[in-house]
């Protein structure tokens, strides 16, 4: 799923626009326990419910794609009879009126979602009658195709804080009652996926609120799928290779140069995709890390030493130029100074030796203004 194919079911959960047929839940404790069960036929709620349920379903399909937002594919196995994808399909078709297959994915949740306290499961029926689109991407009355999907959002469930408030009914100022408050929704899946406008049974997209760590035994135990390294982790895997690899050959213009060799490949291939479409990422491979490696000046022993550092930390991963650097700014930390510049700003940046102290220096433009605790003014 693209960005657009992602807005364009997340755009249909309003009022107008939702066609959930039904919603079914299990609230759990902290013991593994189920409190309770819900299921409704969504249109059927009141307002306030209705609006407070979809706004966490919505929640889904935030963050970034790549980062909170993974596309995961389905083993082969899990395609086969009694694997997690078949037994999903399955959980669509009965449109969630099916307790027993119900039951068996709350197990599921229960056995592989790690998390200490209360939550609740919450799993939607959708079908979507998907418009045909123009060329010029306007709507068509017509269709040719009903995208059924399920989506699922695990929310945690947290006392509210203690506080005075207002005690209607002895008309003082007192202790409120605690209560047991759904937050959003920390992990979630929406299975079919949306690819080309069109369902794909051999995918899901997997939400996770944390990127940096990701529930791998819910992806694995639910979904069946295999890990899939989110851009946060994938940033840091890099930083790390990197960092173990070059050891003594490490500086800021070392660094500086593989960076802006990540930025070029990533500048000619959006050179070379048109504007109407997105471009492709553009994979890290071992044998690519090692020829911009080479290019920086890095000797072939270091090389080496990266590629037995990627074997081990990325193994069948992938790396993805566009999320190990960023585009937007440059980052530069010493002990007590945090330094941010834009990307073509930081190739200005040198290491000087001054009085005989290492510095950083940064040339500034004649009329370069400088913001001192928000005060601008000059150097």
Avoid at 101 to 108: G, N
Avoid at 208 to 228: A, D, Q, R, S
Wanted: aromatic share 8%; with cysteine; proline share 3%.
């Amino acid at each position: 799923m693209n960005k657009k194919e992602i807005m364009e079911i997340k755009k249909r959960l309003k009022k107008e626009g939702c066609t959930f047929t039904r919603m079914c839940g299990c609230y759990v404790d902290g013991e593994h326990n189920r409190i309770t069960r819900l299921g409704k036929t969504f249109l059927n709620l009141d307002e306030e419910e209705f609006f407070k349920y979809l706004e966490l379903a919505k929640k889904v399909f935030s963050g970034t794609l790549g980062n909170n937002l993974l596309e995961l594919e389905f083993p082969l196995s899990e395609e086969e009879q009694g694997g997690k994808q078949q037994f999903l399909l399955g959980l669509r078709e009965s449109k969630l009126k099916n307790e027993e297959l119900l039951e068996r994915f709350y197990d599921l949740i229960i056995e592989n979602y790690d998390y200490a306290g209360n939550y609740l499961i919450l799993i939607f029926h959708d079908a979507y009658d998907i418009p045909l689109k123009t060329k010029d991407h306007r709507n068509l009355d017509e269709s040719e195709e009903i995208y059924e999907y399920l989506l699922c959002a695990v929310c945690p469930v947290t006392l509210s804080k203690p506080g005075l408030g207002y005690l209607e009914a002895s008309n003082e100022i007192g202790l409120r009652l605690r209560d047991w408050v759904v937050g959003t929704p920390d992990t979630g899946f929406v299975f079919p996926a949306f690819t080309e406008r069109s369902t794909d049974i051999h995918t899901a997209l997997f939400y996770t609120k944390n990127p940096k760590e990701p529930p791998e035994g819910f992806i694995e135990g639910v979904l069946g799928c295999g890990k899939k390294m989110t851009a946060a982790e994938q940033k840091e895997v890099f930083r790390s290779i990197l960092e173990d690899t070059l050891a003594e050959e490490s500086s800021y213009e070392t660094i500086k140069e593989i960076h802006d060799k990540i930025q070029e490949k990533i500048n000619e291939n959006a050179a070379a995709t048109s504007q109407e479409e997105e471009p492709e990422p553009i994979e890290l491979s071992k044998e690519t890390i090692k020829e911009i490696l080479n290019e920086s000046g890095i000797s072939d022993e270091r090389i080496i030493q990266a590629e037995h550092e990627y074997d081990e930390k990325v193994g069948d991963a992938k790396l993805y130029a566009e999320n190990v650097v960023d585009q937007r700014r440059f980052e530069v930390k010493t002990y007590d100074v945090v330094l941010h510049v834009k990307p073509e700003k930081a190739a200005q940046i040198k290491s000087q030796m001054i009085d005989g102290q290492k510095c950083l220096v940064i040339p500034m433009d004649a009329n370069e203004n400088v913001n001192v605790n928000g005060i601008h003014t000059t150097v």
